[in-house]
């Protein structure tokens, strides 16, 4: 087993920037796994916002393109979201997810506050 845990969160006037990390441990090796990273807002579904699979490539919801960045560093086990341009709207929990054959593990999330 394995295990995700998310940090860099906090609260940022709109505009802003944050970046979120996501570090790996145990048998979860980011290179070798698709990572995602997912936001929730009470009463509204979980969303991927970016992802970036094994083989590096990267992908974007449109409400978050060319303001989110995705990267990952093998070294350090971790997958970076460097976030800027932050808007209210941004404001969630984020989560990042792990897996090869679909999603096998969840971070507990890091809370985002975007004011305006």
């Known amino acids: 087993q394995g295990q995700l845990v998310e940090s860099g969160g906090g609260s940022v006037q709109a505009g802003g920037s944050l970046r979120l990390s996501c570090a790996a441990s145990?048998?979860?090796?980011?290179?070798?796994?698709?990572v995602g990273w997912h936001r929730q807002v009470p009463g509204k579904q979980r969303e991927l916002v970016a992802s970036?699979?094994?083989?590096?490539?990267?992908g974007y919801a449109d409400s978050v393109k060319g303001r989110f960045t995705i990267s990952r560093d093998n070294a350090e086990n971790t997958v970076y979201l460097q976030m800027t341009s932050l808007k209210p709207d941004d404001t969630a929990v984020y989560y990042c997810?792990?897996?090869?054959?679909?999603?096998?593990?969840w971070g507990k999330g890091t809370l985002v506050t975007v004011s305006s």
């Open positions: 997810s792990a897996g090869r054959y679909g999603i096998v593990a």
């Open positions: 145990g048998r979860i090796f980011v290179r070798a796994n698709d």
């Open positions: 970036i699979t094994s083989g590096g490539s990267t």
